[in-house]
T-cell receptor
Framework: NAGVTQTPKFRVLKTGQSMTLLCAQD?????MYWYRQDPGMGLRLIHY???????AKGEVPDGYNVSRLKKQNFLLGLESAAPSQTSVYFC?????????????FGPGTRLTVT | AQKVTQAQTEISVVEKEDVTLDCVYE???????LFWYKQPPSGELVFLIR??????QNEISGRYSWNFQKSTSSFNFTITASQVVDSAVYFC????????????FGAGTRLFVKA
């Protein structure tokens, strides 16, 4: 099992450019999440999905869009990148159930917007 | 509203010292889950423990132990005989019914263990 993988690992964008981050999991998890991590702020939830074809807003959704066309994939899009979106982005997945709420994280994507 | 507070931003200890990382949470839910995650310098996030709100039993796993006290809304993490490999950022997190079980993370505590 590869677990949760993220593509790319690093990216530099110029203001106004667009890009898509890809998250893939091979654990048959229902729930998937996108977080951003900024210094001193922990992880903040951007968007999440409770199943194929569904998405919902998290704590900081502005400037991002997501899609979950396949159960194993969760895409995060930036339509017009801004310097404030410079961050490390983590994808995670989990299997819901009474005792299955821990999340499994990908290795992260370091994005710099200049 | 749900909230997780890790008041200690950074802690520095010498190897073999014991260290406790504090976590205080706020929630109105009666059913909720608490977590600790570790983020070593390599950057990945590693799940350490989950505790549900109905289970206040303390847990020990090797050099790690967790003290869950509902009366003080705390879920503290102790590392006994710390080692250099314990150097990492540790995150406490909360997941509850009100938030649709979305997980709220604390800001993290950076632990430095010096040889």
């Amino acid at each position: 099992n590869a677990g949760v993988t993220q593509t790319p690992k690093f990216r530099v964008l110029k203001t106004g450019q667009s890009m898509t981050l890809l998250c893939a999991q091979d654990m048959n998890h229902e729930y998937m999440y996108w977080y951003r991590q900024d210094p001193g702020m922990g992880l903040r939830l951007i968007h999440y999905s409770v199943g194929e074809g569904t998405t919902a807003k998290g704590e900081v959704p502005d400037g991002y869009n997501v899609s979950r066309l396949k159960k194993q994939n969760f895409l995060l899009g930036l339509e017009s990148a801004a310097p404030s979106q410079t961050s490390v982005y983590f994808c995670a997945s989990s299997y819901p159930g009474r005792d299955y709420y821990e999340q499994y994280f990908g290795p992260g994507t370091r994005l710099t917007v200049t | 509203a749900q909230k997780v507070t890790q008041a200690q931003t950074e802690i520095s200890v010498v190897e073999k010292e014991d260290v406790t990382l504090d976590c205080v949470y706020e929630t109105r839910d009666t059913t909720y889950y608490l977590f600790w995650y570790k983020q070593p310098p390599s950057g990945e996030l590693v799940f350490l423990i989950r505790r549900n709100s109905f289970d206040e039993q303390n847990e020990i796993s090797g050099r790690y132990s967790w003290n869950f006290q509902k009366s003080t809304s705390s879920f503290n993490f102790t590392i006994t005989a710390s080692q250099v490999v314990d150097s990492a950022v540790y995150f406490c997190a909360l997941s509850g019914v009100t938030g649709g079980f979305k997980t709220i993370f604390g800001a993290g505590t950076r632990l430095f263990v010096k040889a």
